[in-house]
């Protein structure tokens, strides 16, 4: 078991583009969580999902932000027509049923 | 709502000293506390937590907390700090049942450490 894995770790790009970033939880971890860091902050809540479920969301996460979890095994999350005031770290975790909750290395955006 | 204040943005120590860092919570019912250490570009690596049972939390690295429901305090300590101690330390509330898991976190404090 090698960990909450993200992809990519770094990812720079254009104001108005679209950008996807991946998490691969600890197998068989049925819940999964997004957040958000800006610079100097804590991590802030986006969504989180049980399983394929999504079954919070943020008000941070506006229209232009999506979340996927097919089959209940990794994670994506969509970023379209991307803003400077996107850059940030954005943070996986999954937690298993006893209450074990692990974070990801995290994706740091850049938007220019 | 729930709410987390880490008193003190950075922290300075000698190596050697205490490393004291203090954490208020506000939350309408129980909360499970915690925290996290996070090195530069680098994730979050739980240091401890409290849930329920004893009041004094020991983690790792030497890492302890103490859960003072009349204060809503979490404030975390170590008797004495290590250069590889520097790093930017969260404090975190979550409801327990099946919000478990939804973090707030605090401003996170950076700790320093000086030979």
């Known amino acids: 078991d090698t960990g909450v894995s993200q992809d990519p770790r770094h990812k720079i790009t254009k104001r108005g583009q679209n950008v996807t970033f991946r998490c691969d939880p600890i197998s068989e971890h049925n819940r999964l969580y997004w957040y958000r860091q800006t610079l100097g902050q804590g991590p802030e809540f986006l969504t989180y999902?049980?399983?394929?479920?999504?079954?919070?969301k943020s008000r941070l996460l506006s229209d232009r932000f999506s979340a996927e979890r097919p089959k209940g095994s990794f994670s994506t999350l969509e970023i379209q027509r991307t803003e400077q005031g996107d850059s940030a770290m954005y943070l996986c975790a999954s937690r298993d049923v006893y209450n074990e909750q692990f974070f990801g290395p995290g994706t740091r955006l850049t938007v220019l | 709502a729930q709410s987390v204040t880490q008193l003190g943005s950075h922290v300075s120590v000698s190596e050697g000293a205490l490393v004291l860092l203090r954490c208020n919570y506000s939350?309408?019912?129980?909360?499970?506390l915690f925290w996290y250490v996070q090195y530069p570009n680098q994730g979050l690596q739980l240091l401890l937590k409290?849930?329920?049972?004893?009041?004094l939390v020991k983690g790792i690295n030497g890492f302890e907390a103490e859960f003072k429901k009349s204060e809503t305090s979490f404030h975390l300590t170590k008797p004495s700090a290590h250069m590889s101690d520097a790093a930017e330390y969260f404090c975190a509330v979550s409801d327990q049942g099946d919000s478990w898991g939804k973090f707030q976190f605090g401003a996170g404090t950076q700790v320093v450490v000086t030979p």
């Open positions: 939350s309408s019912v129980p909360p499970y």
């Open positions: 409290y849930t329920t049972g004893a009041t």
């Open positions: 999902f049980q399983n394929e479920a999504q079954l919070e």
